[in-house]
């Protein structure tokens, strides 16, 4: 079993609008089969529909079975995790619920020895956002079975969410060693950009790729290979992986809204949109329709209708603070709204004290006119020395606040060197900004 990767990568909490009725929906953390599991679907034919499918269908044989030997303690486990699955493919929490009775009957059945259970609580912890419960679950389980490659799995994500970066890189390797497949070398991947070692980062994707067991897998690695080269401002490969990842599954929605920033990047805004309105029909994650409402905004078009659905998606049951996505606090700071963006902001960073969170906290903080702080946050953010242009235009911003001239030129020439392309809105005030302090104005 695999996560969804932080920023969109990693294993990061995503608010989900539907359009219609506007249903928020929080997404699980697993990516693609599990393999000690519910089966996978055919590869030839590996989208999310047919995934739905297998695990459906698996789901319904085992409930038949259990009810025949209600006493399979291995069964309900298996049950519990697929319905974990269930939620991250269709993004609908409500099969949390059934999984979480069908894991726990998994340990009343077996309270001891049962490593599969505790994985699953784990998983399901952190599908709902509860990293340290994810934590407790995960260190039972490695202790219990320390051959699960899942249970490390679900270690390395929980100790990633809470900062704890020299735990979750044990944790990999550990995982590594046991099962070095596309979900463990994605999870190396990420580390190895938080540290910002991208040449590392890429070749562990690039691993990812190489043992990719079918469509999903491939074009998970596939999309971050892109996302990689995109955030080192190479838009000819980051669009050479996106349109690979698209001849397998066409109209994937996150591989749309990432073409769409290259398309952008390169002035295409006409298609960007396309791409953008595509992918949002789909699948109306926060990420993506913030891209949309940007890419409205740069092309002179109206951007209000996309932002009230954002705010409809926070202000609906199910977007508590524990489950605020990262990308909902950058919106309200940019949107004139401090005060929501601090207060959800603090209490994200409370539950996941990651550096993606702090770096958002500052970019919250600075919004509130509360710079001092932010500068610390902002700091911390980019502790481990992850090449963010983003999180380097948010600093110098503060700095710059702060009066500290050179600290700002010095951030703002650092985020057009990572990826000038970084942000269409952000981008163009960066080179001002350098311009200015260059004295250019």
Request: without cysteine.
């Amino acid at each position: 079993m695999h996560y969804l990767p932080v920023r969109r990568r990693w294993i990061r909490p995503v608010l989900v609008v539907a359009v219609a009725g506007v249903l928020l929906a929080g997404a699980g953390i697993l990516l693609g089969p599990l393999r000690d599991h519910a089966p996978a679907a055919d590869s030839s034919d590996n989208s999310a529909g047919s995934a739905t499918s297998a695990l459906d269908a698996f789901v319904s044989r085992t409930r038949t079975h259990l009810g025949e030997v209600p006493g399979d303690w291995q069964g309900w486990a298996s049950l519990g995790m697929a319905q974990v699955q269930l939620a991250r493919i269709t993004y609908d929490p409500s099969h949390y619920p059934a999984a979480e009775t069908a894991l726990r009957r998994s340990l009343k059945e077996q309270p001891t020895g049962n490593a599969a259970a505790l994985t699953g609580l784990g998983a399901l912890a952190a599908a709902r956002h509860d990293f340290r419960k994810a934590l407790s679950y995960a260190g039972r389980a490695v202790a219990t079975d320390t051959y699960s490659a899942d249970a490390y799995g679900v270690l390395t994500d929980a100790n990633v969410e809470l900062g704890r970066y020299d735990e979750a890189t044990d944790a990999v390797q550990r995982m590594l060693d046991l099962r070095p497949d596309t979900g463990s070398f994605g999870r190396a991947s990420y580390l190895f950009e938080l540290r910002g070692d991208l040449a590392q980062a890429t070749a562990m994707m690039h691993r990812a790729l190489d043992v990719a067991g079918g469509d999903a897998d491939a074009v998970f690695a596939l999309t971050h290979l892109g996302e990689l080269a995109f955030g080192a401002g190479d838009l000819a490969t980051a669009g050479d992986y996106y349109a690979q990842g698209l001849a397998r599954i066409p109209n994937q929605p996150t591989l749309l809204a990432d073409r769409a920033r290259v398309r952008a990047a390169r002035g295409d805004l006409t298609g960007a949109l396309t791409d953008l309105h595509a992918a949002t029909a789909i699948l109306p994650t926060v990420d993506h329709l913030l891209t949309l409402s940007d890419t409205l905004t740069a092309a002179g078009q109206p951007a209000a209708p996309v932002d009230q659905l954002i705010r409809a998606a926070a202000a609906l049951p199910g977007a508590t603070p524990a489950t605020t996505d990262i990308d909902l606090v950058l919106f309200y700071a940019e949107h004139g709204e401090p005060g929501p963006a601090v207060a959800k902001g603090k209490a994200l960073f409370a539950a996941r004290p990651s550096v993606t969170v702090e770096t958002a906290y500052a970019w919250a903080l600075h919004a509130a006119g509360r710079d001092r702080e932010a500068l610390t946050h902002a700091d911390r953010g980019l502790r481990l020395g992850t090449r963010d242009a983003r999180a380097h235009y948010q600093r110098a911003t503060i700095r710059l606040a702060l009066g500290d001239r050179p600290g700002a030129r010095k951030d703002f020439a650092a985020a057009l060197a990572i990826n000038p392309y970084f942000s269409l809105l952000h981008a163009p005030d960066a080179r001002k900004q350098l311009a200015r302090l260059d004295g250019a104005e």
